[in-house]
């Protein structure tokens, strides 16, 4: 993963083509047959959170915004449950 940049509350991710944010709901008729699911961004950034011992954010790492598929650019991903909605309206 190509980290922009972060600290406690977010993390930037220059998201690169072919890869979607987050699911989309149609993978998991493949995952009940015993195939893989589709990796996500999200799925990468919890890895990322994960392997570099922050465990509480993995679990809270929510995308901010989406890019389509093949679209380049940074995500933002919020890593904190409680500041997440201040970052939504900051969105919006």
Sequence with gaps: MDIIYQDSYILAVNKPAGIIIHSDGTSRA?????????ETLTDLA??????????QQA??????????????????????????????????
């Design 30 to 38: 493949g995952e009940r047959a015993g195939m893989c699911a589709a």
């Design 46 to 55: 919890r890895v990322y959170l994960e392997n570099n011992g922050c465990v």
């Design 59 to 92: 679990q809270d790492v929510q995308a901010l915004h989406r890019l389509d598929k093949d679209t380049t650019g940074i995500v933002l991903f919020s890593l904190d449950k409680e500041t997440q909605p201040l970052f939504d309206e900051l969105i919006r």
